[in-house]
């Protein structure tokens, strides 16, 4: 595997940068469920020889003015799908410079707090992964989705779950592995027929993504629906739920699903228009939702 590709929630990356002699640590997570960067920046006072409460506004300015070059190598990183990071898009040039620093500003910031012993000034930002999403839907009208030659009755669903968490097996392989989020994974059955890309979407820039990730416990609930409230609003009463028979892909981002299931959502065009509004589920294991890179 080229590198594991997911953070989420609490598992948190930890770096320390040097910038002249003003030292910073950045600490970072990545919340697939909500898809958000979060990452909080942390200003060594001393080592930027700042005295308080004097140099507070210099701290202040020197905080903002490095935050883009500590954000840019864990954006860098954010998978894209199975082959690509928002770095191997960089380039090859489907993204620029300026377009990376765009896509850098914060969603939402707190105000610099100084430390409990006033050695270190802390700044909490959030970025959203939604953005970087809405910014490589850049087809204007989406691709088609074929039915089947052969179809089959189904009923009408009203979204689609994909359980696709444990270890499943890689495709093309004898190893195992538990599915990572990106951005845009695939979809693919047992025949290798490719069911769902980014394309096949209506390119509503407000999504900024294909598939929503949930966690196991949230279609396990003890409700009519078996789902928590929030995801039964977003796949509805009668969702179509999938188990992934194995996973694809350079890195393991693309459940492979039965041909039999795959049947069930291209032969009808109620089941066919899930997909062109992203009413897809992927549920992962938490292991691989916590797993960091």
Known sequence: MKRSIALLLLCCCFARFAIGETMFDIKSSVDWVSMEIRAQTTLNLASANISLPSGRVQAEGIVEGEYVHLIRPILLNIPVDSSHTVA????????????????SRPAHKTPPALSKDMGYMQVSYTVSLKAVGASLLRHTRPSSIRQPLSTVKAPVYTGVIIIASGSLPVHGGRTASLVQPCIFPKIWDTDMNLIYERSMTEPDRSKGGIVKYVPEEAVFRSTPSGMDGELEAFVGKNPLRIIARGVFGMNPTDPVIDRSDALLMLSSDENINLLRHARVVFVLDQGALNASY
């Open 88 to 103: 191997d898009l960089l380039n090859v040039r489907e993204l620029n410079a300026a377009n990376l620093d765009a896509l």
